[in-house]
């Protein structure tokens, strides 16, 4: 009884010590968590205390958490055991079993292989090209030249080598310094040294504009006609040159100086006297282009029979404005008429005499009669609105010089109505008219036929007709 009240008892005991225990337990934890609730500074030392057995019990449940990967690799190596052992069966050993050599176009390869029939292969690089000087082209001063360098596969490139300097031979009084390779013409020209007409430097007939009438006389010597009209612009004399036919000239003044001049022929140079420079008519291809340097306008005449060839040109100052709408000194209100073209008429038959004669021609003579019905016919085409050679009233040219008092003649007649326009201005004159006869087969049959004598022309300004200018010439000879 005894031993079992002392049973009793310890278990009873031990029983008050467990539950002692939990209590103290849970006293302290409820002392801990109440100092750090109701005090901030004295507390820290047991607050220290608190946290640093929080971070205590994380560092280790984090290790914990660290350790289970090294538990995986341990997993791993158990893999790699496994693999080795597979290995061990064969072991390719390569060598270098061929080469195919890189060129410059196609790369080339090693192939290794091992004993059981495996191979790889690893590409080569190309080889650079190997160039070398396959062809030079040597430059000229105008064309660049070049090398071209070549490789046997067929690729090439070429470099570029400069021009080569100009080889100039010293302006003339003709021509500036000029390229006797390439043509190639450098600044300007020197001046003119006209004595006698001729140039001392090239050598030259210059006609010259610009000079005066003392000048002239000087260069040229006495005229053989002169002929004054009188003009919107004042008066014009025309000195006429004609004992060389071949070498007929008219030298027109206007305010005391030479302002323009025709010249049958060519090898001569124009030349602008007051800044001496020349220009020298070489568009022969072109007939009645103008040619302008800003001093001096040209107009050549071109032959189109045959060859072409300068037959003859027209040179005036720019500035000087002449044609057959200036003559007569008045202003032409609308439908006024200008008839007073009798100067005209004698250079017409001039230059008409230097085409005839330039084909071998007997020269013609001058008639009032045949100027008279040229001009009666130029007026009533441009007052009676046609242009034809058979007037309204169905006469013809033979009818109208019976009118006046030439009868019983072979004739022929050229009419031309209209103007040009020369660098885009409307004009005419003349020279236009008559080169434009002798330019057209019809006409031109007319102007050389062999048995013609006698020759007048007439010339018409209407301002309110269909064409303004009418012009007739007509020829004629006795049975
Ligand atoms: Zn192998
Ligand atoms: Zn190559
Ligand atoms: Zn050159
Ligand atoms: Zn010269």
């Given at each position: 009884m005894k031993r079992l009240f002392c049973l009793v008892l310890s278990i009873f005991l031990l029983i008050?010590?467990?539950?002692?225990?939990?209590?103290?337990?849970?006293?302290?934890?409820?002392?801990?968590?109440?100092?750090?609730?109701?005090?901030?500074t004295e507390a820290t030392p047991k607050d220290t205390t608190a946290v640093s057995d929080v971070t205590s019990e994380s560092d280790t449940s984090d290790l914990t958490t660290d350790t289970e990967p090294v538990t995986d690799t341990e997993t791993d190596t158990a893999e790699i055991t496994e693999t080795e052992a597979v290995t061990t069966v064969h072991e390719h050993s390569y060598s270098l079993s061929s080469t195919v050599d890189s060129t410059c176009t196609k790369k080339g390869s090693k192939t290794y292989s091992c004993a059981c029939g495996k191979s790889y292969s690893e590409e080569l690089k190309l080889l650079p090209h190997s160039y070398s000087l396959s062809s030079t082209k040597n430059s000229t001063c105008s064309i660049n030249g070049s090398k071209t360098f070549s490789c046997s596969c067929g690729s090439s490139y070429s470099e570029a080598l400069d021009l080569l300097p100009h080889s100039y031979t010293p302006a003339t009084c003709t021509s500036p310094e000029t390229c006797s390779v390439c043509g190639y013409k450098n600044g300007s020209m020197l001046p003119h040294n006209v004595v006698d007409s001729v140039c001392t430097i090239c050598g030259k007939e210059v006609l010259c504009l610009g000079i005066t009438e003392?000048?002239?006389?000087?260069?040229?010597?006495?005229?053989?006609?002169?002929?004054?009209?009188?003009?919107?612009?004042?008066?014009?004399?025309?000195?006429?040159?004609?004992?060389?036919?071949?070498?007929?000239?008219?030298?027109?003044?206007?305010?005391?100086?030479?302002?323009?001049?025709f010249s049958a022929g060519s090898g001569y140079i124009y030349c602008h006297m007051p800044t001496k420079k020349s220009h020298i008519p070489i568009a022969y291809d072109e007939n009645m282009q103008l040619i302008s340097d800003g001093n001096i306008d040209i107009l050549c005449f071109t032959d189109i029979i045959g060859s072409k060839k300068l037959v003859s040109s027209w040179a005036k100052l720019t500035e000087f404005d002449y044609g057959l709408n200036t003559v007569n000194d008045k202003t032409v209100f609308k439908g006024e008429e200008v008839t007073d073209y009798t100067t005209q008429n004698v250079l017409c038959l001039y230059i008409t005499n230097y085409y005839r004669m330039l084909n071998g021609l007997s020269p013609l003579e001058y008639s009032n009669e045949a100027s008279n019905a040229s001009l009666v016919h130029s007026i009533d085409m441009a007052r009676n609105g046609y242009f034809e050679h058979?007037?309204?009233?169905?006469?013809?040219a033979s009818y109208r010089l019976r009118n006046e008092g030439i009868d019983g003649v072979y004739c022929g007649e050229n009419i031309q109505a209209g103007y040009f326009y020369i660098n885009k201005t409307k004009t005419t004159n003349v020279f236009f008219i008559t080169h434009s006869w002798y330019t057209s087969q019809a006409h031109r049959e007319v102007m050389l036929t062999p048995e013609y004598k006698h020759f007048g022309a007439g010339f018409t300004y209407h301002s309110d007709s269909r064409y303004e200018y009418y012009s007739t010439q007509v020829y004629f000879r006795y049975p």
């Open positions: 008050i010590f467990i539950s002692c225990a939990e209590q103290q337990t849970g006293s302290t934890d409820n002392t801990e968590s109440e100092t750090i609730g109701t005090s901030d003392s000048e002239l006389i000087q260069i040229a010597g006495e005229p053989n006609d002169i002929i004054v009209e009188s003009t919107s612009v004042g008066y014009v004399t025309t000195y006429i040159y004609c004992s060389n036919m071949m070498k007929l000239r008219f030298y027109q003044l206007h305010n005391g100086k030479v302002s323009a001049i058979t007037d309204l009233n169905g006469n013809r």
